[in-house]
T-cell receptor, first 112, second 113 residues
Framework: LAKTTQPISMDSYEGQEVNITCSHN???????ITWYQQFPSQGPRFIIQ???TKVTNEVASLFIPADRKSSTLSLPRVSLSDTAVYYC?????????????FGTGTRLQVFP | ETGVTQSPTHLIKTRGQQVTLRCSSQ?????VSWYQQALGQGPQFIFQ???????GRGNFPPRFSGLQFPNYSSELNVNALELDDSALYLC????????????FGPGTRLLVL
């Protein structure tokens, strides 16, 4: 089964840029990388998805190196409301479910 | 556009009982996935339904079963409840199978006593 590895926790201060890296050494050719954010007692929320190089939307950027064995979620100028757990998921769209593994995620704590 | 909804929001059952949880998928989505999330853990994949057929299953016993209806809403049934089944049950809908972007509902908090 595909497995991702993320830091268990990270601390930051308001206004700083936060980068969370996910390792996925056995990523397959058809796999995409998707990041989710989860607040306590709520369902995860989609943040961003990418296949290679760089993807940017209104809330985050996703950097994927050429070998695609890792990816970095970048949150610019975090605020207190970004305190949450962030999950990296790697798998094929339109395919089987073997890689629907969320892991334990990265707990981000933002301080004032 | 209506988001993913789940019912009930909270539920208390006793060991050995059976429970049915419900999920309405987002408009235009034909795939529903179910997850179990214990306190402090990440969501654990239970199974996924695509166009009323099961498209994959995680490492859960047969007493966890599901159903998807023609309107793509879904049910999760758990028989012979055990104390360890206490968790947040999440439903997610998507426009395709596998690891397509998933949109989660608020979850159902199940407590088994």
């Amino acid at each position: 089964l595909a497995k991702t590895t993320q830091p268990i926790s990270m601390d930051s201060y308001e206004g700083q840029e936060v980068n969370i890296t996910c390792s996925h050494n056995n990523i397959a050719t058809n796999d995409y990388i998707t990041w989710y954010q989860q607040f306590p007692s709520q369902g995860p929320r989609f943040i961003i998805q990418g296949y290679k190089t760089k993807v940017t939307n209104e809330v985050a950027s996703l950097f994927i190196p050429a070998d695609r064995k890792s990816s970095t979620l970048s949150l610019p100028r975090v605020s207190l409301s970004d305190t949450a757990v962030y999950y990296c998921l790697v798998g094929a769209r339109g395919g089987n479910t073997d890689k629907l593994i969320f892991g334990t995620g990265t707990r981000l704590q933002v301080f004032p | 556009e209506t988001g993913v909804t789940q019912s009930p929001t909270h539920l208390i059952k006793t060991r050995g009982q059976q429970v049915t949880l419900r999920c309405s998928s987002q408009s235009g989505h034909n795939t529903v996935s179910w997850y179990q999330q214990a306190l402090g853990q990440g969501p654990q994949f239970i199974f996924q339904y695509y166009r009323e057929e099961e498209n994959g299953r995680g490492n859960f016993p047969p007493r966890f079963s599901g159903l998807q209806f023609p309107n793509y809403s879904s049910e999760l049934n758990v028989n012979a409840l055990e104390l360890d089944d206490s968790a947040l049950y999440l439903c997610a809908s998507s426009s395709d199978r596998g690891a397509e972007t998933q949109y989660f509902g608020p979850g159902t908090r199940l407590l088994v006593l």
